[in-house]
Structures are given as structure tokens and as C-alpha cells.
């Protein structure tokens, strides 16, 4: 713990004590540390500014006692690093277990640009990484599958549901409302980047064709056939998580290509001579050999060449049964990426206890172009924007990183996820499939043109983040209602519209317009209400008061135990009898004597009544 002494020196915002300091108020230089009473009331423009020399010396010098302790640290936060890493892993096979028939399913086939978005976003969330599902567009467009407009349109899709993961991290820190609301902040700035990228390329693309044009004059006459790249951090976390379930990626890619027409064709699992080991059960059929009788055959969870066949694989397995244990173990990733991340998330609080604020941001406050490049970087070595974004929002949570250094951190993961495509496109060895990469990569580009560099423009996702982060601090049920809306609900709803239109008959055309119109005239209404009509203030009144009557519905009990106690102490002081008991005891004799006295009183009115 630090604390500052009687002399205004900024080197004692490092010095670490057994003492608590309990605000900023209370030292010399006004500096915040980590576990503050105060800590949540600092602005950024509260921040002083630290030199080099401070962040050297709360880094480097220490005790020996201080050291053995920061070892320790390390090796706690490594170890719970890996094992959510690992939970990530987990959580992806299991996605693509659970949800890989759907997801080939619907990305088969060329439809309309709003069906192809909502395809997009709908696959990537469904399978938890947009990795796999732009190396699939990738592939759909090299086969000739779909075309390259529905595949931009595809891609567009995916970039929405890749932010799903790291929002579903952020509900992680719920136990504390200033974490999650900071966490929730840094994990929607990633969201409402892709959407608001997405609502001005979308119209954009289609009136001009911008990316189509762009990518296709920067097309070569050919493409040399390459070879996929695995990150080191897969190969790190990837041989224990195949241990436990792997993915078969190939039944998505089959269906939507339509090579099968369903899972029905995987099952029931062969191996053979009953053999569970990859050779016996997913090594590739030679010519003249009938998959499940001749070789193996394999379902959504197939063996690994290095590893063996996982635990959750079993031979003669049905559809169900591997649905089943996609199931089980996609609960059990939540589980453990729960665990991980209170871990996570507890060691960094112990070792960050008592930092000053100014040391913090002077070491992790770097320009946003480096920022945007370490972005990339990362991404590019764990090949997933979800992990990246995933193990940022913790720290984005618990103050370490500020939700405007979050910012470009994101825009460059969504740069280094593109790699994926492009390299899937190098293996297709096909033109289009190669400008499909290029335009992910070129819609990410566009995006960060637009949203970054001027300073109004990049207040708009940050300001809508931190609106939402504030949201979740009035209600925990925001998180969750969050989710489901923007990444199910909205989606699957343009979805039903758009195919309205497709149908090529009077009536559903009709019926389409009228529903826009109502749409178009509801959202007006509504931005009508919330901007001029007190909507946004009446909505967060409406928040908390439901926090209040939580909160007042929570603390009764105590509250009520508290005024029994007042109450005794009360009757001690004043001497006043305690006829609580006497008093209900009698109470049923007084009613019935009422009531004896009231039918006394009818009788006379009765038997006046009857004279009468």
C-alpha cells in the first residue's frame, strides 16, 4: 500500500506501506492510488502527469521481500492468464459444436446484401470467431459458392459479431458496478466502432461498390497457393483444449458449400475396428474406400493428428449425442471463464493496491497510432480479435487501461484479425477469394479513417460507451438485454424483413415497405422523444428508481432488525411496558365484541326497518 508523507515529493506516490491511504485528498501531491475510497471519483483531467524516473522507480526498485511477492504475482497471473485463454479456446470449439450445422447452413447461399450482413453477424456469433467464419466466406468465394458482393456483405457481418465475446467477458465483473461499468464501457467501444463503421459503408458499398472497385484494381492476375499459420499462443493453450473437445471446422465449410446437405451426413461416428485414435476414426479416405465402412467418419467433434481423439468424442456418437457435449462443455467454459477471470482480475487488484493513478497511465498512455499497431501485433501472434479485446477488458475494468487507450487498442485488433483471411485466402489459390480478404481488411481501414483521426468523430463510439457502462451501473440487467438485442434480435429481425422483399410478390412487397415505414417513423418518434422530449433522462429516472427500490428491497431486513433494536432500547430507557403480546392476544377478543356490538346495533334498524 502507498502513501504519501508530509513533503509534496511525486516520488512518494510509489513508496509502498502497510498503512492505508484513504483518498487523494489526504496527500501532499493530490495523486489517486488503486483502492482509494475515492478512486471511482476521479476524472481523466484529475491525472497528473508522472515522469520516466517515477515509473522506473515503481517498477524496478523493491525489496527483497517486495520481489518474492511480485514473483508470485507473475506466476498466479500467468497461470490464471493460460487457463482463460484456455476457457476462450474451449468456448469457440464448443460454439462450433453446438452451433456449426446452423452456421453452415446459413451462409450456402447468394441472398440479398442485408441477409448476407445479417448471415455474417449471426455466424460469427453463433461460432464465437470471426477468424473461422471469414475463412469460410474466404473459401465460399474461391469455390464460386457466393459471389464476391455477398461475401463483402458477409464480412461486414462478421466484423458485428466478433465484439459478442469480449461483451460477454465484461458481465464477468458484475460483482462490483464501477468495474462493470467500465468494463462494459471498453468492451461496447469495440462494438459501436463495427456497427457505426458498418452503418456508413453498408448504404456505401451499395451505391458505389467502393470496396468491390478498390480491392479489384489492386488485384494481381494471380495468386500463389499458400500455407495457413497457426499463432504461437494456439499452440500453447490449443493441445489442452483439444484434449477436451475439437471442433471438426470442415462440417461448416461442407454444408455451406454444398458438398452435404446436412449434419445427417457425419453420423452416425465410425471408427474403425473401433479403434478411437485419428487414424481409425478422421484420417482422410483414400479412392475406392466408403467413408464408415472402409475409413472413419467423424461429426461435429472430431480426433486431433498430434493429440488423439478429445474426451468428449465417442465412437458411434449421433448428432444429438455431439450436441449434447458441445453443450456440456460450452457451460463448462463459462464456468471457467468465470473462475479465471475473478482470478485474473483479484491478483491484478492485490498487485495494482496502492499505485498512484499518474504512474499507471504515464506507462500505459501511448500514442494511438502505437497503439493501433500493438493492436495488430497481438492479434496477428493469438489470431483472434476476441482473445485480444477479451483479456484487455479486465484490465479496461479495473482502471489499468483507460477506455481512450481501449479505443485504439481495439481498431488495431480488428487490423491484425484480417490476417486469417488473407491467408486463407492465399491457400484457396483464387483471385476472388483474395480480394474478399482485401476488402475485410480495406473496411477496417476505412473505418478507423473515419472514426479515429478527428476528435468529435472518435467522441462518438467513446461517448456511446461510456452512456452504456453508466446504464449498467443503474441495472445489471443492461448487459445481458444488450446482447441479446443488438446481436439477436435486431438482426434476426432485418433479416425477416429483407426476405419479404426477395419473394417477388405484390402482397410481401407491400407488406415489406409498410413495415419499413412504420420502422422508419418509429425510430423518428422515438429519437424525437429521447432528444426533445426528456426520454434520456426520464429512461435513466426509470433506472434509478429500480436501483433504489433493489437496493431499499435488499437492505430491509437489516434494516428492520435495526429498528427492533431501537425500539428495545427505547422501551429500557423509558420504562414503557411491553404489552406487544398482551395486546395481540386480546385483539381477537375486541373484534369479536365489535362485532357483537354491531349486530346489537343492526337488530334495532332491522326490527325498526320491519315496523315501518
Not at 406487544?580 to 392476544?585: A, F, K, P, R, T
Request: proline letters at 4%.
Amino acid at each position: 500500500m502507498s502513501t504519501d508523507g508530509a513533503v509534496d515529493d511525486p516520488a512518494q506516490d510509489t513508496v509502498k506501506t502497510d498503512e492505508p491511504t484513504n483518498s487523494r485528498k489526504l496527500r501532499p501531491t493530490h495523486s489517486t492510488h488503486f483502492g482509494d475510497a475515492d478512486f471511482d471519483e476521479e476524472e481523466i483531467t484529475d491525472i497528473g502527469d508522472a515522469t520516466w524516473a517515477e515509473v522506473g522507480r515503481a517498477c524496478c526498485v523493491h525489496s527483497s521481500m517486495e520481489w518474492g511477492k511480485i514473483f508470485i504475482g507473475v506466476c498466479a497471473a500467468f497461470f490464471f492468464l493460460y487457463f482463460f485463454l484456455f476457457a476462450l479456446e474451449l468456448l469457440g470449439s464448443s460454439a462450433k459444436v453446438v452451433g456449426g450445422c446452423t452456421a453452415g447452413g446459413i451462409m450456402g447461399e447468394n441472398v440479398n446484401p442485408v441477409a448476407a450482413l445479417v448471415i455474417g453477424e449471426l455466424a460469427t456469433a453463433l461460432v464465437q470467431s470471426s477468424s473461422t467464419t471469414t475463412s469460410i466466406i474466404v473459401s465460399l468465394v474461391g469455390s464460386d459458392a457466393v459471389s464476391i458482393n455477398t461475401g463483402i456483405y458477409m464480412i461486414m457481418g462478421a466484423n458485428i459479431g466478433t465484439s459478442v465475446t469480449n461483451t460477454i467477458v465484461a458481465m464477468g465483473q458484475m460483482a462490483d458496478g464501477s468495474q462493470l461499468e467500465r468494463a462494459f464501457a471498453g468492451a461496447t467501444v469495440h462494438d459501436l466502432f463495427n456497427l457505426l463503421t458498418v452503418a456508413v459503408l453498408f448504404p456505401l458499398e451499395l451505391i458505389t461498390g467502393y470496396l468491390f472497385r478498390l480491392t479489384r484494381a489492386m488485384l494481381p492476375l494471380s495468386v500463389a497457393d499458400g500455407d495457413s499459420w497457426e499463432g504461437p499462443i494456439k499452440k500453447i493453450v490449443a493441445p489442452l483444449a483439444g484434449r477436451v473437445i475439437k471442433a471438426n471446422k470442415n462440417v461448416i465449410k461442407d454444408i455451406s458449400t454444398g458438398k452435404v446437405e446436412n449434419c445427417d451426413a457425419y453420423y452416425p461416428v465410425s471408427c474403425v475396428g473401433g479403434i478411437e485414435d485419428y487414424k481409425s476414426c478422421a484420417s482422410s479416405c483414400k479412392d475406392g474406400q466408403e467413408k464408415g465402412i472402409d475409413c472413419g467418419r467423424v461429426g461435429l467433434i472430431t480426433c486431433d493428428k498430434n493429440y488423439g481423439c478429445p474426451a468428449f468424442f465417442q465412437n458411434g456418437a449421433t448428432k444429438q449425442d455431439d450436441t449434447i457435449a458441445g453443450g456440456v462443455c460450452l457451460v463448462l467454459s463459462l464456468f471457467f471463464l468465470l473462475i479465471c477471470l475473478m482470478g485474473l482480475v483479484n491478483v491484478l487488484q492485490r498487485g495494482l493496491m496502492g499505485m498512484s493513478t499518474r504512474i499507471i497511465y504515464k506507462a500505459t498512455n501511448v500514442p494511438g497510432v502505437v497503439a493501433i499497431v500493438l493492436g495488430a501485433a497481438v492479434t496477428l501472434l493469438v489470431q483472434s480479435s476476441s482473445i485480444t479485446t477479451s483479456v484487455l477488458t479486465p484490465l479496461v475494468g479495473l482502471g489499468v487501461i483507460q477506455l481512450e487507450q481501449m479505443f485504439p487498442l481495439t481498431l488495431g485488433a480488428n487490423i491484425g484479425t484480417t490476417i486469417t483471411g488473407l491467408l486463407a485466402s492465399l491457400v484457396s489459390d483464387s483471385v476472388s477469394a483474395l480480394q474478399v480478404a482485401l476488402c475485410h481488411l480495406f473496411f477496417n481501414i476505412s473505418g478507423i479513417i473515419i472514426w479515429y483521426p478527428l476528435p468529435f468523430m472518435r467522441k462518438v463510439p467513446l461517448n456511446g460507451a461510456r452512456e452504456l457502462g453508466k446504464w449498467t451501473r443503474r441495472s445489471k440487467l443492461i448487459p445481458p438485454i444488450y446482447i441479446i438485442a443488438v446481436f439477436f434480435v435486431f438482426p434476426l429481425l432485418l433479416l425477416g424483413i429483407s426476405e419479404l422483399f426477395v419473394q417477388k410478390k405484390v402482397g410481401w412487397t407491400v407488406m415489406g415497405t409498410m413495415i419499413v415505414i412504420a420502422v422508419i417513423l418509429g425510430i423518428a418518434r422515438f429519437a424525437w422523444w429521447w432528444k426533445r422530449q426528456d426520454g434520456r433522462e426520464k429512461f435513466i429516472a426509470s433506472l434509478d428508481r429500480r436501483s433504489a427500490r433493489n437496493a431499499t428491497l435488499s437492505s430491509l431486513p437489516e434494516d428492520m432488525q435495526y429498528l427492533k433494536s431501537k425500539v428495545s432500547q427505547l422501551v429500557e430507557h423509558t420504562g414503557l411496558p411491553e404489552d406487544e403480546e398482551v395486546v395481540d392476544e386480546e385483539k381477537p377478543e375486541a373484534s369479536t365484541d365489535d362485532s357483537a356490538g354491531g349486530d346489537a346495533a343492526v337488530a334495532p334498524v332491522e326490527a325498526g326497518d320491519s315496523n315501518a
